[in-house]
């Protein structure tokens, strides 16, 4: 790990140094684009009052006093010196407290957008591909802060700039011998910080991870969709031993890093910078006391101005190790940017023309990135529009991943996919994708107004009919009206505490209502009842056939009450299609698929037999 580490950081060059920190400039820039000047101007704001005070308005005083000149002389050079300063300081109350917070969000605001951009075009495959996945997270968390770091150091690398310009000259003439202590403390700062830089760095990555590992467990321990399994089972234990596990490998990383990162440290801050703080004040008292050649304020100045450009280099120094190491993580910022998705939504291509006559696969085989085993086999079949199709098989027979291929989530190992004989690849991916309205399985609620998790966009004028009638149809109208501020409630208490919880039946009633809402040709449910009840679920296969005629629609179940009244079956299995045809004649050829029904129907019957009074008038 360590010899990874190692490589990760020195392969970049003051070059790429220097790279990524202007592509990220670059980006502030656009943004926000006197944000760098202002930086530049606070950074000789910050310097110049800090100068005036420590080098000249204490030197010019003691001089004064010592050469016996007048009070109101001294009074009217420090009075200026004094305004000065104020000027100064006020620029920098008003920048930081004024204009930066607010270019700060806007800046943020900006990246995140790019970010999250690039999040929802990346291909679905990446999120499998843990490497992918773990810059994605890097480069979130980068944006969190690393902006403002980096208008940090180049604020305090122009300033330190600033600082040893207008200060190296005085130094120098008044005495040129102290800048051999400047130079002694540089070049032992470089050595000492370089190497702390690269240990830390490697602290860092190693501690990720087992950090990551305990951020997981402490979220599944708040967050609510993990309440009930926490409270009636003993996974908390199994929980905490991994939480106790992560933390051991935390100490175990803090352990071999911890030490050199501290020595390397005790050496930057102590034998570089503070003892050479002490051999100038030394030789600054020897030319005044015994060599007499040197005013007190003159000693005193020079002693200050030579503590302000060593402060000045070694500011410097470090603002350099400080953007080395944004560069660093930049750098998984802009491969994450940088990435370019397989399937592309900007790609030119047709927009399908309507109605949809028939959707077609020939051939069609998928394995997932890093796994061998063929999720979908040489798959062929064809669907005509306006047919009901369901598809249905045990869990893990391929079903959703045969759907998320329709929708072109993934391209296919082999095979095609066309729509109205056109292959999927031609049309525009956006307008391709507007065909479906599709309830994945796996459907989320989000932190927004019922009525924005129903649209899935902005809502707009007009759209409390559409908001209505979708509710109508999905049998939550009754329950939503009842909610304080109807389609407007927000869903779930995380940013209200007016907001509602539904049950799972409930959520999935509303997420349905998506697929009314959009009324896209082509409607497709994964799983549509898997959280309904058997009157429920019959309920809202009624309703989806009324408020879908006429439109295409695929649904995906291993529970075959629905398939029934479908007008072609897919009976799927490792990844093939080994049955088809409608519900009568697939009882008929008395295959996998009537086994299946036949195991179901029975279950169903128990449950309703449950549901049925006995002759005492008692529910059995």
């Not at 684009?33 to 005070?53: C, E, Q, T």
């Not at 890097?138 to 310009?165: C, H, I, Q, W, Y």
């Not at 009157?535 to 075959?560: P, Q």
């Not at 045809?581 to 036949?598: C, P």
């Amino acid at each position: 790990m360590k010899k990874a580490v190692r490589q990760e950081t020195e392969k970049y060059t003051i070059k790429q140094v220097l790279s990524n920190n202007l592509f990220l400039l670059r980006h502030i820039g656009k943004v926000s684009p006197w944000r760098i000047p202002l930086v530049m101007i606070n950074a000789m704001a910050d310097w110049s009052k800090g100068l005036i005070f420590r080098v000249f308005a204490v030197g010019y005083v003691l001089n004064q006093i010592q050469s016996r000149a007048s009070f109101q002389r001294i009074f009217y050079v420090v009075g200026l010196l004094a305004l000065l300063s104020f000027a100064c300081h006020l620029v920098n109350i008003l920048l930081k407290n004024c204009f930066f917070p607010r270019s700060d969000l806007r800046i943020q605001s900006h990246l995140m957008k790019l970010a999250f951009d690039k999040a929802r075009k990346a291909d679905l495959e990446c999120y499998e591909n843990t490497e992918y996945y773990e810059r994605h997270i890097r480069a979130l968390n980068a944006l969190k802060s690393r902006p403002g770091m980096v208008l940090d150091s180049t604020e305090m690398l122009f300033g330190a700039l600033f600082g040893f310009l207008a200060l190296s000259g005085l130094a120098l003439s008044l005495d040129g011998f102290m800048i051999l202590f400047i130079a002694l403390q540089i070049l032992a700062n470089f050595v000492f910080a370089r190497k702390e830089n690269y240990q830390r760095r490697a602290y860092e990555v190693e501690l990720a991870e087992a950090n990551r590992q305990a951020d997981y467990i402490r979220r599944v321990h708040y967050m609510p969709e993990y309440a009930r399994e926490l409270r009636t089972t003993h996974i908390s234990d199994v929980l905490f031993r991994r939480f106790a596990a992560a933390t051991q490998n935390g100490i175990r990383v803090i352990e071999k890093h911890g030490l050199k990162c501290a020595i390397y440290r005790l050496f930057v801050d102590a034998v570089c910078t503070r003892m050479g703080y002490y051999l100038v004040i030394l030789f600054a008292a020897y030319r005044i006391l015994v060599l007499r050649n040197m005013m007190i304020g003159d000693g005193l100045m020079v002693a200050m101005a030579m503590f302000s450009v060593t402060e000045a280099l070694l500011d410097q120094e470090n603002s350099f190790f400080q953007l080395h190491e944004h560069a660093m993580y930049i750098g998984d910022l802009k491969d994450f940017l940088d990435y370019e998705p397989k399937i592309r939504e900007d790609s030119a291509g047709a927009v399908p023309a309507m109605p949809v006559e028939e959707l077609r696969a020939e051939n069609l085989s998928f394995s997932y990135s890093g796994s061998r085993r063929k999720v979908i086999d040489n798959i062929s079949f064809t669907i005509k529009g306006g047919q009901t199709v369901a598809i249905v098989g045990h869990n893990g027979a391929g079903k959703s991943t045969l759907v998320k291929l329709l929708m072109r989530l993934y391209e296919p190992d082999s095979g095609k996919i066309c729509l109205n004989d056109r292959e999927i690849g031609a049309y525009k991916l956006s307008a391709y994708r507007d065909c479906f309205s599709t309830v994945f399985q796996d459907f989320k609620v989000f932190s927004l107004t019922v009525g924005e998790n129903i649209l899935m966009r902005r809502a707009a004028e007009g759209d409390a009919e559409l908001l209505a009638e979708s509710l109508r149809a999905s049998g939550m109208s009754e329950r939503v009206s009842s909610f304080p501020y109807g389609t407007d409630t927000m869903m779930t208490r995380e940013f209200d505490d007016g907001g509602i919880s539904l049950s799972g039946g409930q959520a999935q009633k509303i997420a349905l209502s998506r697929l009314y809402a959009k009324n896209a040709p082509i409607a497709i449910l994964d799983e549509p009842s898997s959280a309904l009840d058997p009157i429920a679920e019959y309920e809202l296969f009624e309703n989806m056939k009324r408020i879908c005629e006429g439109r295409t629609v695929i649904f995906i179940s291993h529970r075959l009450s629905g398939a029934i009244s479908a007008d072609v079956i897919f009976m799927m299995e490792q990844g093939q299609i080994i049955e088809r045809g409608n519900h009568e004649s697939l009882m008929r050829q008395n295959g996998k698929y009537a086994e299946m029904f036949r195991k179901q129907a029975e279950k169903y019957e128990e449950k309703f037999a449950l549901r049925t009074p006995s002759h005492t008038g008692r529910m059995t």
